[in-house]
């Protein structure tokens, strides 16, 4: 706990907060790249903002390759002093992510289930707290995993097609959300919304998003990164300690809850899963996912 | 705490799912019906939705009888395999249910006063964790007691006529709603509503309750059952088991509350009603009902 | 916790309600006054309702002087039993108050720093658990520290003019809102808005403050006055006690957290203080604001 300030009847910082905590500007290397298989990485040094780009085809599906690609990429930003904030977008056509990927539930030894669940909530605790600056830049489709990743951003700006839906709609498939998605998804769109959204599943389409508070802004696809770079701007003119402690204040309780149980989370997810009716449910649907691709 | 979900695209739950877990439809006893002196039950065994309509004039109050009535009805329903949803209406006109009978509350027992209390308490603690759908099909007033009812259900309907009011406005009496009373509003309408609501007593008319969001949806009287039948149908189209573990973790934390402290609650209760000062005002109160009658 | 009560279907509490509560009226002494170097109050004996004026140029900051004289106001209305509300506002043109007084925070020893906090706490527990009626009527900015004080009252009306805002700007100053200014926060706006808003230092144009609730209503700068005590005469009409329970009931979590952090609250925030990187940023922000005066 700490003290709280005086006036500045000024919207903006004082210049004297910004400018000494702008990562020096380089010529030499105002932007550098870094990827692996499923996520593009690009830093532009002189702003200090990160875009990373999920190219994992066809659906961006969260695979426990994708997760831990995914962690290693956030951590080397977070350790990159360069580094301030990052835009999360997508590099495949009309979908932002999937979410968790269901082959990863499907047939697999229990140290697989254990292995995998860790690595889904490693990525969530990292997002959730992280210092850096986060901005959800969703263009497509979010659903389950692929909008808790979203909802553990600071801001979230969807293309304001009606066609791309964002929710936790694993209610649908017979599964629920773990309490941790749970706490994130009140955290953003209040008690009420959340108990009827979850219950029912629902996939809101962008402009309902909006409505509820799940997302922030709307914008035309040609315009997302546009904007996501200018709200990046507007969260980087704070300095930046203040803004973290402030951030952490906010979201301490409920990454707390997981971390304190964060052991029990894994064996219930490993004896969930492990059910001959829950792999019986995932099968059928894998299989009804096969029948409409072809 | 379980796992997260892939998915679907479609708003609507994969046929696989729906399919198997819908009663089977009869065609020999497509209705079944139960009624005692209260209440009148009518089960849609096709559908699998039961409606529940509060039939005890003048208004419907929440006398111990009726309670234990209630009770006994949603215990049935509850044990019925054949039932998934409940729509609670009023056959009385003008009134859902005007909330707790003050002649419980006036020149009894202390025997009473706590038989009375748990009577409350216990059907709070059934509808609020009910794993049937629940809807309140709010056709008239609903003061008190009566709008902690359409509280605890999971979707609340209600006429669009401007002199049907809903609210907890315990204060305006002189007394307190209870703290589960108060958690079950915040819930639905969030802390600062709630606050300023409660501390005045607030009776919100059916657009003002619209726009807090008391009730979800208002339409015209002749549309209630049919909007709720439609309503009803959308939340039976999800599986029951993911639906029920989804709404039991949404509301557990509230629950928990009045189950650790159920016998401290009833406790108030009594030595509340039996001051001196209490039961002055509460009959005061009902000579005012009566002359207000006559 | 205490029972509910039963119906009355009009909006108003019942006349029987009212009179018995209302204070004599005094044909001798309408209206006492009482005022010290910062603060004037005048306190109609025939409502029961004080005005508290803020007449601390240039902009009503928070010094410890100030605080003393505030809590000693407050106590003194708080055991009269003539006065039951108390509207707030400033005799300073456009500001209602800037907020904690960053001259006590800068090159004072820990002592003074610890009794400062101290005075800033003992504020805020006395306006956010008072019984009376608290009513914000804010005609002019209210950055931060000024901020709370109307958050901690029961209703805010703000003058409508678009010049005047109103928020938690510390993240602006580097330093960070203490977690009682944001549960406070927390209670009115909710979760989200309050994330980002504390995140951003967001002081929130009256417009702006009315959409997020962060105020209750905005009227032109003339009809303040009248619109307060027309509100207070809202609440007024309702029996104390009952009020004041639900009021306290509301409040407690958020009151008893800091209740039992109190002493290491106090601790933290000297140790933060006392930091030379926070002094030379108070220094060089006080600087800045002469530059700005001359």
Known sequence: AVPPGVLPLCRRPPAWGRASRQPPASLLAPCRAFSNNKILVELDESSGVATM???????????????????????????????????????VPKIFSSGLDITEMCGKSTEHYGE???????????????????????????????????????????????????????????????????????????????????????????????????????????????????????????????????KSMMRKAVLDRLIAHREEDIQNFISFVSKESIQKSLRMYMEMLKKKKS
Not at 64 to 76: N, V, Y
């Open 116 to 246: 995998f669940w860790r690595a889904v909530q490693e990525i969530w605790l990292r997002l959730y707290s992280s210092d850096m600056v986060t901005i959800a830049a969703v263009n497509g489709s979010s659903p389950a995993g692929g909008c808790l990743i979203a909802l553990s951003c600071d801001y979230r700006i969807m293309v304001e097609n009606p066609k791309f839906s964002i929710g936790l709609n694993e209610a649908q498939l017979g599964i629920v959300a773990p309490f941790w998605f749970k706490d994130t998804f009140v955290n953003v769109v209040g008690h009420r919304v959340a108990e009827r959204s979850l219950q029912l599943g629902i996939l809101h389409p962008a402009p309902e998003a909006l409505k509820i508070g799940l997302v922030d802004e709307l914008v035309p696809e040609e315009k997302l990164q546009e904007k996501a770079a200018a709200v990046m701007a507007q969260w980087l003119a704070l300095p930046d300690h203040a803004r973290q402690l402030t």
């Open 53 to 91: 780009k999920f190219k994992s085809p066809p659906v961006n599906s969260l695979s426990l390759d994708f997760l831990t690609e995914f962690c290693i990429s956030l951590e080397k930003l977070e350790n990159d002093r360069a580094c301030r904030g990052v835009i999360f977008t997508s590099a």
